[in-house]
């Protein structure tokens, strides 16, 4: 009778130790696969599956009963439980969290508790579409009083800093058939609301500035009372935060107010590493030019990071920003689409201007919702391409439609890319293999076809024009009009096969 092997501790101990990086490497279906084998697999399982939970209920038709009562996102119920709280480090709130919520009532009125359980959280994000009045209250209250000590990231949107209205609705109960007020004494409702007034003591913008020690501040259409407090607000932040992005509508930001943000900025004990803002008509170009000079005193001056919001102007600007540290540029088309050269010769210009003194450029985003596919990008492609080798080395673009020249170009001469996003014609995919065998890097590429009708697209590309170019190249993840292919190492009888298996749909949207 032959007797078991013996393990050594040692090699025990070092299994363990492997198991994190092998784990890392598991998608999200296999992780919860072996999160049922053993409670050591299901401990290194959970740290992945829970380290970021998403809260995003749907919204509930009133006119259906709820068969869903106690029902919860299973993500986020399970986070609540005491052995798997401590491994949420990223918290996503979205979605209606409003009365017609999918939401059980009775989480909806505790839902700062919960929240407040993850001790370990690092990334907070709450940007509900609908929500109720003051339902976030409480969870500021704990924000401000310091409840989550390693909280270091936070977004917030109006649900935070925007007061409800004024004029609450007063519920309706049928009686005989019709539908009446309810009968309240009008003197005692009015003494209710000032004794409320009275007992509140502290607005959401003055709960909200109270919060201290963070690294990243997000504000999601920023207005209001919020504007006029950030000042005070980044004084506290001063001694830790390096990411400040403003997103969405920032119409409430006028160039008054941006020079105010700048002058706030310099009391940061370091000087901001990543910054965003959205779309402000009241801003011009020459007035975001001149926030952004990052000067050898200015808040700009280590800035690697940048996301900003272009619309048309005729007016060229009469500053150009000072971004040497630059690394990561994403840009978002705003407004009419682009349908003529004058228009793409003014958007080449706006791009060119932003990196004409950065010399550390690595990635290049742009975003857009509808362009005009007709206007070729080349001009923009041959500039890249002149600055190549002179400090500037991109691994990423992400672009809208370039001529097969422009695009063979970019290919010869950006050698370094490692992820490509571009709109091409048919007639690039004939030579694909051969115009991307210079990007021994590549990994990532991304393909829109243009003049070529949707019912027509799924002909130009099938898995075995995948296989075919993925196995002559480095690329691992392929997309072309919205199809999207990966590549896999696969044991097939004692043999290490390449495979190329469909994946359905692309999972980022087109130019993102």
Not at 22 to 34: C, E, G, I, K
Not at 57 to 68: I, Q
Not at 420 to 442: E, M, N, W, Y
């Amino acid at each position: 009778m032959s007797e078991e092997p013996i393990v050594h501790p040692s090699l025990l101990s070092s299994s363990l130790d492997i198991l994190p990086l092998v784990f890392a490497h598991l998608d999200r279906p296999t992780l919860l696969s072996a999160s049922q084998a053993n409670k050591t697999f299901n401990t290194f399982s959970n740290k992945l599956l829970y380290s970021s939970v998403i809260l995003s209920p749907e919204w509930r038709n009133p006119a259906y009963p709820r068969k869903d009562e106690g029902l919860l996102q299973c993500q986020f119920q399970s986070a609540l439980k005491p052995h798997i709280s401590p491994h949420v480090q990223r918290l996503t709130i979205t979605g209606h969290l409003g009365s017609y919520s999918s939401v059980p009532t009775t989480l909806l009125s505790s839902l700062h508790t919960s929240i407040l359980s993850f001790a370990s959280l690092q990334s907070l994000s709450i940007t509900p579409t609908d929500h109720l009045p003051d339902q976030f209250v409480p969870l500021l209250l704990g924000l401000a009083n310091g409840s989550l000590q390693r909280l270091s990231e936070l977004e917030v949107n109006t649900s935070c800093f925007v007061e409800s209205g004024e004029f609450e609705y007063r519920p309706r109960v049928p009686l005989g058939g019709a539908i009446m007020e309810e009968d309240e004494d009008e003197d005692r409702v009015e003494e209710e609301r000032n004794r409320e007034a009275e007992t509140k003591k502290e607005s959401k913008v003055e709960i909200l500035i109270r919060i201290q020690g963070l690294t990243s501040l997000t504000l999601v259409d920023p207005k209001g009372t919020i504007i006029q407090s950030l000042p005070t607000w980044l004084t506290h932040l001063s001694p830790t935060l390096r990411e400040f992005h403003l997103k969405g509508n920032c119409g409430s930001i006028t160039p008054g107010i941006l020079r105010s943000l700048s002058t706030s900025l310099l009391t940061l004990h370091q000087p901001l590493r990543s910054f965003s803002i959205g779309i402000s008509y009241s801003l011009t170009d020459t007035d975001i030019f001149g926030f952004l000079d990052g000067s050898p005193n200015g808040p700009m001056r280590e800035l690697e990071e940048l996301t900003v919001c272009y619309y048309m102007q005729l007016k060229p600007p009469t500053v150009i920003p000072n971004l040497p540290s630059l690394r990561k540029l994403t840009i978002k088309h705003t407004g009419t689409p682009i349908s003529c050269t004058t228009q793409a010769s003014l958007f080449t210009s706006f791009i060119l201007r932003l990196i004409k003194k950065s010399r550390c450029l690595r990635e290049l985003n742009i975003i857009h919702d509808g362009v005009g596919g007709g206007v070729k990008m080349d001009g923009l492609v041959s500039s890249l391409v002149a600055r190549e080798g002179r400090g500037v080395e991109l691994r990423e673009v992400r672009l809208w439609f370039v001529g097969r020249a422009a695009f063979e170009e970019l290919c010869r001469s950006c050698t370094s890319l490692e992820v490509l996003v571009a709109g091409v014609s048919p007639g690039t995919f004939r030579d694909l293999p051969t115009l991307i065998a210079p990007l021994k890097r590549l990994h990532k590429l991304s393909l829109k076809t243009h003049f070529v009708k949707q019912s027509k697209q799924s002909n130009l590309f099938n898995t075995e024009a995948a296989r075919d170019l993925m196995s002559t190249s480095r690329v691992q993840r392929l997309s072309v009009d919205g199809g999207a292919w990966e590549g896999r190492w696969e044991v097939c009888e004692g043999k290490v096969e390449f495979s190329v298996v469909e994946v359905g749909k692309a999972g980022e949207q087109w130019g993102c």
